[in-house]
């Protein structure tokens, strides 16, 4: 059973920096590409970062492109997210999220792409 949990979200000030961690476990979690997706009230789920199952390729979204660093660790089946500079346009809930797709070549640009999900803790930034 796939199992993914998050740790290390909060409430930060503005400008301030936050690192998500998620560890997983019922796969063999190399195989498969991860990335976090968040989701803000009212708001559609947007992938902010992912990356592939190597380690090899990564993708950010936008937004977030110079301020957020995904990493993984394929021998501890972790993935990480280093969250700076955060906005007010940040708040949401961050979700680790698995590819299911063994070995994909491309990295996963969309919530569609991912087919498990951990719980997701709650990123607030102060003003």
């Given amino acids: 059973q ?15 920096s936050l690192r998500l961690s998620c560890t997983a476990s019922g796969r063999t979690w190399n195989n498969y590409g991860m990335g976090w997706v968040r989701q803000a009230p009212g708001k559609a789920r947007e992938v902010v970062a992912a990356i592939r199952w190597n ?6 979204a936008e ?21 700076t500079t955060l906005t007010p346009e940040d708040p949401a809930t961050y979700s680790c999220a698995g590819d299911l797709r063994p070995y994909y070549g491309g990295t996963s640009e969309y919530p569609a792409d991912f087919s498990a999900w951990g719980q997701g803790p709650p990123v607030t930034v102060s003003s």
Avoid: C, P, W
């Avoid at 380690?55 to 950010?60: D, F, I, V």
């Avoid at 492109?65 to 990493?71: E, L």
């Fill in 2 to 16: 796939v199992h993914l949990v998050e740790s290390g979200g909060g409430v930060v000030q503005t400008g301030g």
């Fill in 55 to 60: 380690g090899q390729r990564t993708y950010y």
């Fill in 63 to 83: 937004s977030v492109r110079t301020r957020f660093i995904i990493s993984r660790d394929n021998a501890k089946n972790t993935e990480d997210l280093q969250m």
